[in-house]
């Protein structure tokens, strides 16, 4: 009996991955990317993970002491905005990253427990653009010594000439500067992979963001080999964007998201934005679609809306009218 109770859990892994919780499968995704960002950058790369573990777990244990649904999401989600965060982030900005997806996440699951945005992409958006460069401070590998990524490296000195400065095998691997969980292209394949085995990822979404993104490098004429072989693109568009839990109900509106995505994010290097711009920018739209999502269900469900907060007006007066009396009275 203990033997299989222990195996269960392996076997629902390796042949029915799609009944494990969401959360679960979100783990066992990050743990490729992980592995390689250890590899790669090492001792910053353990910080920023130690960090994120911590200040995650941190907001797990208080969602297990409040009973919440999904108590694991905050740990999560504090594990996405770490990995998007250069290795060389003072560790205010990681702090503040780590903490702020998990506290997101542990008001997400508080209030909107069936809402399924990845809060962690929205508090590395947040520090990227409030640190002003200093999140996105990136090391070459094995070492500390801070040097520009890929695509930084390519528009400062390479555009013009329409050169790839680093070999496509180096930039698969990731073997390269970048954010510290996600240069690795082959780590981020494995993790797709897994979402998709886990029926987790939209191959649709991912397909159109590809067309969105060929879109811009094809007028530019720009080295396609290079522009797409990068670790930080894909984690971004399989691991957050494509997941089925975070596109829209629409089914027109999915696949019109990815191509929205991929040709804004690669179309803003023609303005001098390098590979942060695709974390601002997928986060920009999934909050976007969560305004719009939520301003459309509370014009369909007005009746409940409105009966909701009158009786929440009409909550609020009888307790400032108990206070009154109390008052008076004392």
Same mark, same amino acid.
Request: hydrophobic letters at 60%; aromatic letters at 8%; one cysteine or more.
């Given at each position: 009996?203990?033997?299989?109770?222990?195996?269960?859990?392996?076997?629902?892994?390796?042949?029915?991955?799609?009944?494990? @919780?969401?959360?679960? &499968?979100? $783990?066992? /995704?990050?743990? +490729?990317?992980?592995? *390689?960002?250890? =590899?790669?950058?090492? !001792? #910053?790369?353990?910080?920023?993970?130690?960090?994120?573990?911590?200040?995650?777990?941190?907001?797990?244990?208080?969602?297990?002491?409040?009973?919440?649904?999904?108590?694991?999401?905050?740990?999560?989600?504090?594990?996405?905005?770490?990995?998007?965060?250069?290795?060389?982030? @003072?560790?205010?900005? &990681?702090? $503040?990253? /780590?903490?702020? +997806?998990?506290?997101? *996440?542990?008001? =997400?699951?508080?209030? !909107? #427990?069936?809402?399924?945005?990845?809060?962690?992409?929205?508090?590395?958006?947040?520090?990227?653009?409030?640190?002003?460069?200093?999140?996105?401070?990136?090391?070459?590998?094995?070492?500390?010594?801070?040097?520009?990524?890929?695509?930084?490296?390519?528009?400062?000195?390479?555009?013009?000439?329409?050169?790839?400065?680093?070999?496509?095998?180096?930039?698969?691997?990731?073997?390269?500067?970048?954010?510290?969980?996600?240069?690795?292209?082959?780590?981020?394949?494995?993790?797709?992979?897994?979402?998709?085995?886990?029926?987790?990822?939209?191959?649709?979404?991912?397909?159109?963001?590809?067309?969105?993104?060929?879109?811009?490098?094809?007028?530019?004429?720009?080295?396609?080999?290079?522009?797409?072989?990068?670790?930080?693109?894909?984690?971004?568009?399989?691991?957050?964007?494509?997941?089925?839990?975070?596109?829209?109900?629409?089914?027109?509106?999915?696949?019109?998201?990815?191509?929205?995505?991929?040709?804004?994010?690669?179309?803003?290097?023609?303005?001098?934005?390098?590979?942060?711009?695709?974390?601002?920018?997928?986060?920009?739209?999934?909050?976007?679609?969560?305004?719009?999502?939520?301003?459309?269900?509370?014009?369909?469900?007005?009746?409940?809306?409105?009966?909701?907060?009158?009786?929440?007006?009409?909550?609020?007066?009888?307790?400032?009218?108990?206070?009154?009396?109390?008052?008076?009275?004392?």
């Amino acid at each position: 009996m203990v033997r299989r109770a222990l195996l269960a859990p392996l076997r629902r892994a390796a042949f029915e991955p799609q009944t494990l @919780p969401a959360e679960v &499968v979100a $783990g066992l /995704a990050l743990v +490729a990317p992980v592995v *390689a960002g250890l =590899a790669i950058f090492r !001792l #910053p790369a353990l910080i920023l993970l130690a960090l994120g573990l911590v200040l995650g777990g941190a907001a797990m244990a208080v969602a297990l002491w409040l009973r919440l649904p999904h108590p694991a999401r905050p740990l999560i989600s504090a594990l996405f905005a770490v990995a998007l965060i250069g290795p060389g982030a @003072p560790l205010v900005w &990681v702090c $503040g990253a /780590a903490a702020g +997806a998990a506290m997101l *996440a542990l008001a =997400a699951v508080w209030l !909107l #427990p069936r809402d399924h945005a990845e809060t962690g992409l929205w508090a590395a958006a947040a520090v990227l653009l409030l640190s002003r460069g200093a999140a996105s401070a990136y090391y070459r590998p094995g070492s500390q010594l801070v040097a520009s990524e890929p695509i930084r490296l390519w528009l400062s000195y390479f555009i013009s000439l329409g050169q790839s400065p680093i070999d496509a095998v180096k930039l698969y691997v990731g073997n390269v500067p970048g954010p510290v969980f996600a240069t690795s292209l082959l780590a981020v394949g494995v993790a797709a992979a897994w979402y998709w085995y886990a029926r987790r990822l939209s191959l649709l979404v991912l397909l159109t963001f590809l067309v969105g993104a060929l879109i811009p490098i094809l007028v530019m004429h720009w080295p396609i080999r290079y522009q797409l072989d990068s670790g930080p693109l894909w984690f971004v568009a399989a691991l957050i964007l494509a997941d089925r839990r975070h596109l829209p109900a629409s089914r027109l509106g999915r696949p019109l998201l990815g191509l929205c995505a991929g040709l804004v994010a690669t179309a803003a290097r023609i303005r001098g934005y390098s590979i942060e711009a695709v974390v601002t920018e997928v986060a920009a739209l999934q909050i976007l679609v969560s305004l719009l999502e939520g301003g459309g269900w509370m014009v369909g469900n007005r009746r409940l809306v409105w009966e909701t907060l009158r009786h929440f007006d009409a909550h609020s007066l009888s307790l400032r009218g108990g206070r009154r009396y109390r008052i008076s009275s004392s």
